[in-house]
T-cell receptor, first 116, second 115 residues
Framework: ETGVTQTPRHLVMGMTNKKSLKCEQH?????MYWYKQSAKKPLELMFV???????ENNSVPSRFSPECPNSSHLFLHLHTLQPEDSALYLC???????????????FGPGTRLTVL | AQTVTQSQPEMSVQEAETVTLSCTYD???????LFWYKQPPSRQMILVIR??????QNATENRFSVNFQKAAKSFSLKISDSQLGDTAMYFC????????????FGKGITLSVRP
């Protein structure tokens, strides 16, 4: 169905838990992205990695920690989250290269996160 | 800063009819790209159509076409011969050309296709 996969698809965690979201792309892309999608709000860009280097941190709280070990994998480590962090977290990838901004982004199915 | 506005939160259309989804954006730049993404209830965000700002010709993809009015900063999506599978949220998005540009999304519009 898609060249971008995300696991888990659903996650429920307490505020003191530590969990990780995983994203994998099979498109040969070099740029990967994390977005937060909350109800009634536009998608919010969180992090951008281009060739494994973080090029964007959109003022995201430190309780969200990204990791990009290679161009195909992207993680989002979560710790001491708040209930307002409950949302759909989308991963995306694009060609990258020299002009990351003009590449079409391809999205994964998302992880529905609920923080109790 | 760039902004994208989708003022209609919901729309409904009869199957086989045509519907137009509105989008306006604001930028002082001249070189950019515009996109329409579709997010069905299964949540997979799918690219519908893409328009380069330097191209005057409106982009088309099968039943999907856009009306790009650069001077008016308007980028509407027309869906012809609507199908039940078109039921989804539709997001308009904008990005400047160049490295490190960020994709800016509108709030989205929920389209329901009635049988």
């Amino acid at each position: 169905e898609t060249g971008v996969t995300q696991t888990p698809r659903h996650l429920v965690m307490g505020m003191t838990n530590k969990k990780s979201l995983k994203c994998e792309q099979h498109l040969g892309h070099n740029a990967m992205y994390w977005y937060k999608q909350s109800a009634k709000k536009p998608l919010e860009l969180m992090f951008v990695y281009n060739f494994k280097e973080q090029t964007e941190n959109n003022s995201v709280p430190s309780r969200f920690s990204p990791e990009c070990p290679n161009s195909s994998h992207l993680f989002l480590h979560l710790h001491t989250l708040q209930p307002e962090d409950s949302a759909l977290y989308l991963c995306a990838s694009s060609q990258g290269q020299n002009a990351v901004g003009t590449d079409t982004q391809y999205f994964g199915p998302g992880t529905r996160l609920t923080v109790l | 800063a760039q902004t994208v506005t989708q003022s209609q939160p919901e729309m409904s259309v009869q199957e086989a009819e045509t519907v137009t989804l509105s989008c306006t954006y604001d930028t002082s730049e001249n070189n950019y790209y515009l996109f329409w993404y579709k997010q069905p209830p299964s949540r997979q965000m799918i690219l519908v159509i893409r328009q380069e700002a330097y191209k005057q010709q409106n982009a088309t993809e099968n039943r999907f076409s856009v009306n790009f009015q650069k001077a008016a900063k308007s980028f509407s999506l027309k869906i012809s011969d609507s199908q039940l599978g078109d039921t989804a949220m539709y997001f308009c998005a904008f990005i400047l050309t160049g490295a490190n540009s960020k994709l800016t999304f509108g709030k989205g519009i929920t389209l329901s296709v009635r049988p």
